[in-house]
C-alpha cells in the first residue's frame, strides 16, 4: 500500500491535560548514550525515563526505555538501526511477563499510530469523526493502555520515525533493497526481537504480535520467520486491519481484470458505510441482521453476475443493478456505467457527492468537501486529512519532553519514499522464488500456525474501513492453507469504526478489553504479572 493508505489512528478526550504534564522524569541507565545529539546516530543509544499511568482505576509505574538497536548483516556489518520505544512496568519480575512488539504498515508508516492512539500510556485527542481543529493538541493518561496485560515495545519499520538505513557514509554497509520489501521487512524485524530479546532478557517471556494495517501483513511473514527460522514460538498475534492477499483489495481492482472478488467482499462495507449516512433509499433500523443478507447476496448472485462478465443477459444485468443500488446507496444509472464493478476510490468519491462531500477510506464514516466534482475517484482521505496533524505535533513534542529522544533530527511519521521503493514480491515458505505478483502472505500465517499449533490469533476489524474490508479479512482467514482443526485458534472481532479501531471511546474500550482477555487467555501464568 502506498502512503495515502497508511492506518492511521483518533483518541477521544475524557480529561484533558497539556502535553506538558506528561514530562516524566530522566532516570540514569548505565551505558546509555546521550540523546540530544546532532550527527548522526551510528551506535545503539537509549533514554531511560520514568512514568505512571492509570488503567481501568488502577495505577502502573513503568519504565521508558526510547532507543535504537543496530542490525547486521551475515558478516556482521551494520546495516541500519532500528528505533523504538519500549514500556516495562516497575516492581514485577519483567523475565516472564508478556511483552508485545507493535508497529503500524504502510508500508511506510511509524508506530505513531499505535503508539499514540491506542495502547500507550497516553494518547492524543483527537474528534471522533470530524476534522480535529489545529494546536495546540492534548494529550491524555491512557485508561486503555495494554500496559495492564503486557509490557509493550513500539517498533517504527527502516526509513521511519527515527529509524534510518547505515550506508557507507555512516560506516554500515546497508541499502533500501536490504530492507524496503516484504520479505527483507520481515527479516529486519525477526533480527530485531531477537536482538530485543537478549538485550532486555525477555527470551522466557511470553511473546506477542500486535500490527494493524500493513503490519498484519509483516506479521505473516515476521511469525513464520520467528517460528521457523529462529525457533521463536509466539503466544499470540493480534491482527488490527488485516490485509493478507492483496489480490482482494479494492483500491484498484480495476487494474486486474477478471479478478471479480473484491467487489463482493467489499460491497458489505459499502453497504454498511451508506447506512451510516443515512444514503439508503429505505435503510433497515439496525445494522444487524441486514448486513448478513447483503454478505450472502455479495458471494452469491452478485459474485456470479460479475463471473458470467460479457455473457450476463442485460435483464440480469439490470436486476443486479437495482439490487446493487438499493444496497448500497449508489444511483442505479452509476452501477450500470461502472459495469457492475465500483472500486473503494469511487464509492469513497460518489455516495455523498449529491452533499458534495467525499467519505473516508480509512474510515467512511468522516467526510470532508469534494475537492473535484468532476474527478472520478476521491482525491483524498478525508479522515487522513482530520488527524493527521495531531499526531505528528503531539508526538514530535512528547518524543523530546518527555521521553527525552531525538534533539534536532527529523522523526518520520510517514515516509513516502519507503512507499514508492517498496518491493512487493514475496517467496512464501517453501519455494524459493516469488510466486505471486500481488503480495499474498496467507501461506505464512498458515505455515506459523501449522509449525506451532498452539499459536493462537485475534482477528480485529471495523464495518467502515475500505481501506481493508472487514469481509474480505474474514475470506481471507477462512481460506488459510492449513488444517481445518486449526482454525479453533483463530478468533474474530468486529466494531463500529473504520481502520482505526480504537476512535471511539465505547470501541477503545472493547478493544481494550477484548486484547487484554486475548493476551490473559495465551499467558499460561497471569495471575502475578
Known sequence: MSARHLALAVAIAAALLPISAFAAKPEAKPGAHATNIDHYWAMPHTSATTGEVTINGKHIDYTADTGTIILHDKQGKPTGEMFYVAYIKRGVDAAKRPISFLYNGGPGSSS????MGAFGPVRVVTDSHIHTPPAPYRLVNNDYSLLNASDLVFVDAMGTGYSRILGKAEGGVGTPKMFYGVDPDGQAFAQFISNFLSQYGRWNSPKY?????????RNAVLANILEQQDNIDLNGVVMMSSI??????????NLNPGINL???????SYAAI????????????TLHPWLDQVQTWAMGPYLQALNEGAALPVAQEDAIARQMATYTGLPERYVLRADLRVTGPEFEQTLLLPRGETTGRLDARFSGPTMDPLAESAMYDPQSAAISSAYTAAFNDYVRKTLKFGGKHTYKIVSNTVGNDWNLLHTPPGQTTPAYIATNVMPDLAAAMSYN???????NAGYYDLATPYYAAWYQFEQLPMQRKLMHNIQFHYYHVGHMLYVRPQDLVKVHANIVKFIRSTDHEPATR
Open 262 to 268: 473484491p467487489y463482493a467482499l467489499a460491497l458489505p
Open 209 to 217: 504480535l500486535i500490527g494493524e494495517s500493513y503490519g498484519t501483513t
Open 244 to 253: 493478507l492477499n492483496f489480490d482482494t483489495s479494492i483500491d484498484q481492482p
Open 112 to 115: 505513531v499510530w499505535l503508539h
Open 274 to 285: 451508506a447506512w451510516y449516512h443515512k444514503a439508503l433509499a429505505n435503510p433497515p433500523a
Open 453 to 459: 499449533p498452539d499459536l493462537k490469533v485475534m482477528v
